[in-house]
T-cell receptor, first 114, second 112 residues
């Protein structure tokens, strides 16, 4: 079935640094990818929609300059958390709709900013 | 304004019995509904889905029922097994490649 590979699964970084999270669709082309964030004991909240070859669409309240999304190819979307702060610590998950599977999800990235 | 609601944060069921997880939605544009199982620090795992043209979909031990007039769906797991213990998310979308809207999840504990 369709697989979305997300890396890294876990990252710890210092305040003020940037972290890049990658999501790759391994056996299908993903023209669209969704980026979610989950706070502890909370639901998955949509952050942004990335579209191959065009600018990402951000949800209200999500800082575009802080959460940089790039979808340069049909199989790769990246989320860069810039100038990370402890409040950015969270669980980030990507998802891509595919032709055969229902909204395949990556395995998630646990970000801890210290 | 929560468009997808799972009002029970937790549910405890004995092994072998039926687990019923409920979900309500408010957006009448939703026409596709999914259930996911999730463990901590992992991505959601797809379980079962249903489109709005159906009122029931069954896959093994999992059955999803949809009541469009009540804007309500439920996931039935029978028989429940200890390995089913996890957080279950209800999600909904409207037509096309639109993102999913998730409920807050229900933590299911199946007791042996």
């Amino acid at each position: 079935g369709a697989v979305v590979s997300q890396h890294p699964s876990r990252v710890i970084c210092k305040s003020g640094t940037s972290v890049k999270i990658e999501c790759r669709s391994l056996d299908f082309q993903a023209t669209t990818m969704f980026w979610y964030r989950q706070f502890p004991k909370k639901s998955l909240m949509l952050m942004a929609t990335s579209n191959e070859g065009s600018k990402a669409t951000y949800e209200q309240g999500v800082e575009k300059d802080k959460f940089l999304i790039n979808h340069a190819s049909l199989t790769l979307s990246t989320l860069t958390v810039t100038s990370a702060h402890p409040e950015d610590s969270s669980f980030y998950i990507c998802s891509a709709p595919s032709l055969t599977e229902d909204y395949t999800f990556g395995s998630g990235t646990r970000l801890t900013v210290v | 304004d929560q468009q997808v609601k799972q009002n029970s944060p937790s549910l405890s069921v004995q092994e072998g019995r039926i687990s019923i997880l409920n979900c309500d939605y408010t957006n009448s544009m939703f026409d596709y509904f999914l259930w996911y199982k999730k463990y901590p620090a992992e991505g959601p795992t797809f379980l079962i889905s249903i489109s709005s043209i159906k009122d029931k979909n069954e896959d093994g031990r999992f059955t999803v029922f949809l009541n469009k007039s009540a804007k309500h769906l439920s996931l039935h797991i029978v028989p429940s097994q200890p390995g089913d213990s996890a957080v279950y998310f209800c999600a909904a979308s409207s037509s096309g490649n639109t993102p999913l809207v998730f409920g807050k999840g229900t933590r299911l504990s199946v007791i042996a």
